[in-house]
């Protein structure tokens, strides 16, 4: 293993884009959840001809599950990620188009049969809104808690709201807020899988990567822990927190 400065210095100057955490290979790793969204998903596509695909970041998940519907479109809100996803998505006939913020979906009321969700915002008025009657929203959401074991550790403050709708961070909030919009009560599932990181470099990249979980992050700043979880590491094995994760199906009533 590096040693504490030469971690971090790899970590800072690797490259992240789109939504792919394959630099990371095995230094960070977290025991399955007991569903697989990517299998769910797969069966609901077999069953549509018009899907949407929110916050599809570089389209690398979306791409997994080709061949996709007759009708695909995927958002995306942050801008370098666009022409990944255009370069990656398009030869399947996706149309990959901007949404930022909390702006209205760019997307007709009433107009796909599914929609999916991957740690993604989530507005539940708007999903309501471009679901047809019957329609499918499926949702796998990061909760409030997950990984607080790294705040506690670092001494930092506690995570932001995981960048979805307010409701996302509790499994029981977001369902609150579909039954209002006319869902039926929707099928739920809630783990807190551990999460395990092999170096201190692993969670250097994790945090540049996932800046709202500690706002303030700074390596220079956040030494002094970051040199002490070093030496845990290195004496004791894997530094071990728990994610957050919730799925949720749930199907539009007819209005």
């Not at 596509?45 to 690398?60: C, F, I, K, S, W």
């Not at 039954?179 to 599932?189: A, K, L, S």
């Not at 002490?228 to 004496?235: G, W």
Request: glycine share 10%; hydrophobic share 40%; charged share 20%.
């Amino acid at each position: 293993m590096l040693p504490y400065a030469g971690l971090v210095d790899q970590a800072l100057s690797a490259s992240f884009q789109g939504w792919d955490f394959g630099w990371l290979g095995d230094r960070a790793t977290s025991r399955p959840l007991s569903w697989s969204y990517d299998e769910v998903a797969r069966g609901e596509l077999r069953q549509v001809t018009r899907a949407l695909d929110l916050d599809t970041g570089g389209g690398e998940l979306l791409a997994s599950f080709a061949p996709l519907p007759e009708t695909t479109i995927a958002t995306e809100g942050h801008l370098p990620n666009l022409p990944i996803a255009r370069d990656r998505l398009a030869p399947l006939g996706v149309d990959v188009r901007m949404h930022a913020g909390t702006e209205p979906l760019p997307v007709g009321d009433n107009s796909v049969d599914l929609v999916l969700n991957r740690h993604g915002r989530l507005t539940p008025p708007e999903v309501a809104r471009v679901l047809r009657p019957g329609g499918i929203l499926l949702t796998q959401q990061v909760g409030g808690d997950n990984d607080r074991g790294i705040n506690e550790a670092l001494g930092a403050p506690a995570s932001a709201v995981p960048p979805g709708s307010p409701e996302a961070g509790t499994a029981d909030a977001l369902v609150q807020a579909l039954v209002g919009q006319g869902f039926e009560t929707p099928e739920v599932c809630e783990e807190y899988p551990e999460f395990a990181f092999a170096d201190v470099g692993a969670l250097v990249y994790h945090l540049k990567a996932i800046p709202w979980q500690v706002p303030d992050f700074d390596v220079d700043k956040y030494e002094p822990a970051l040199r002490k979880l070093d030496e845990q590491i290195r004496a004791t094995g894997p530094f071990v927190v728990r994610n957050h994760r919730f799925l949720i199906r749930a199907r539009l009533q007819a209005r």
